[in-house]
């Protein structure tokens, strides 16, 4: 059976076939470092990693980007807070912590690591294109999109423009400017001392989503295979994104696979800074092998709101040392095959990580017992592997190669 995904747009699953067969062009949203990342984001960037290497083993020339949205409201309000401190050494200090844990977890570095404020001059000429296309209007130094003139928005989500309109919405800045309730920033002026650049508008900085269209369509050109982020994306971000890019090439579709992993939680309550119950990944691995974290994260699926409770990576010593005690040990016997092939069924249907693991624990457990030899083996190592643990000799920063 063939690799098959779930997309979000059409909430179904789908044989998973890229425009261009044998590569795959894969964007996912990344962080704004205004502050530290936690056990969510962990479990975001592991779990997409996962997936890029296993379209990698499927023989695909993977070109993954992730982005920093480095100039945003947020990132502001620290700068302000710390008495005015550049934006781009809050960055890179919180960027520098950020990638040492995803290197830790073994997380292989994007193809790119594009900068927001690196792609002005892509954003100025992207929102050009939507206001030519029909979508966009300048009202006084703001460039806003014109939901209702892009046929479809709302479609990612499933729901009406309506319905759409009833939700809470980050993009409701401006309101008084808008034609439409949906309609969102492309361009926005700043408040004196802001960051800003010029532009045909006037001085200002870019609205949030068009960031990502212009770092998409600059690193992977105007169609994409597979764009990934958190649940909580879906609106407006994602659904901005698909009318921006759109409109602004004329394309349809902007991307084959919507992917979306779901929100880890504490204790059944998502973890968030402002309710200040976060999880770190760095805390954790100081207790625990980033390895063992890891098997902790794709023991769930990733569309799944993944609940975490302490006590749940102890519960896994077990599981863990068996399988890495499996690598070590030196089988009396051939063996015989179908560890591998078992496990890649698993991963095929949606990428169904905690199963597949389910069929490397059993394997496992009987190469321990000795009642599977080395063909068993070879089959785990080459599986866990793909799966990205280090112990398994898996390329990445752990093993000490930082390439893309
Ligand atoms: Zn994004």
């Known amino acids: 059976m063939p690799l098959r995904l779930y997309s979000s747009l059409g909430k179904a699953e789908r044989e998973f076939r890229p425009i261009v067969p044998g590569t795959v062009k894969m964007y996912v949203c990344g962080v704004t470092p205004y502050d530290v990342t936690h056990l969510g984001h962990a479990f975001s960037y592991v779990q997409f990693d996962t997936l890029r290497r296993y379209l990698t083993f499927l023989g695909n020339d993977v070109r993954y980007v992730q982005n920093i949205t480095d100039i945003d409201d947020d990132m502001i309000m620290v700068s302000k807070r710390q008495g005015g401190r550049p934006i781009a050494e809050i960055r890179d200090e919180n960027d520098a912590i950020f990638r040492a ?77 808008k034609r439409g309730p949906l309609d969102f920033l492309l361009w926005q002026q700043v408040d004196p001392g802001d960051p800003s650049w010029d532009s045909p508008w006037g001085p200002g900085r870019p609205g949030w989503s068009i960031e990502c269209t212009a770092m998409s369509q600059t690193h992977l050109g105007e169609q994409i295979d597979i764009h990934g982020g958190g649940r909580d994306l879906v609106f407006p971000h994602h659904e901005n994104e698909i009318a921006q890019a759109e409109c602004s090439t004329g394309k349809q579709p902007f991307c084959g696979w919507w992917m979306h992993n779901g929100m880890l939680q504490l204790d059944g309550v998502k973890m968030s800074k402002s309710l200040g119950n976060l999880v770190l990944a760095r805390h954790l691995m100081a207790e625990f092998e980033p390895d063992h974290l890891r098997l902790y994260l794709l023991t769930n699926h990733y569309r799944v709101d993944a609940n975490y409770v302490d006590g749940d990576m102890a519960a896994l010593k077990d599981r863990y040392g068996r399988l890495k005690r499996a690598l070590a040990v030196e089988p009396a016997s051939a063996g015989s095959p179908g560890v591998f092939e078992t496990f890649t069924e698993e991963l095929n249907e949606d990428f169904n990580t905690p199963v597949a693991l389910q069929v490397l624990d059993s394997a496992a457990a009987r190469i321990v017992a000795g009642t599977a030899g080395r063909a068993e083996q070879a089959g785990l190592r080459g599986a866990l592997s793909i799966l990205g643990f280090a112990f398994a000799g898996a390329r990445g920063p752990a093993n000490g190669d930082f390439d893309p």
């Open 101 to 177: 844990d995803l290197d830790r977890l073994n997380v292989l570095r994007p193809t790119a690591y594009p900068f927001a404020t690196d792609h002005v001059p892509q954003i100025i000429e992207t929102t050009q294109r939507i206001i030519d296309a029909g979508c966009g209007y300048v009202v006084d130094g703001d460039v806003f999109f014109e939901a209702e003139k892009f046929e479809g928005y709302g479609r990612l989500n499933g729901v009406t423009i309506a319905e759409l309109a009833k939700r809470e919405n980050p993009e409701s800045k401006r309101e008084w400017k």
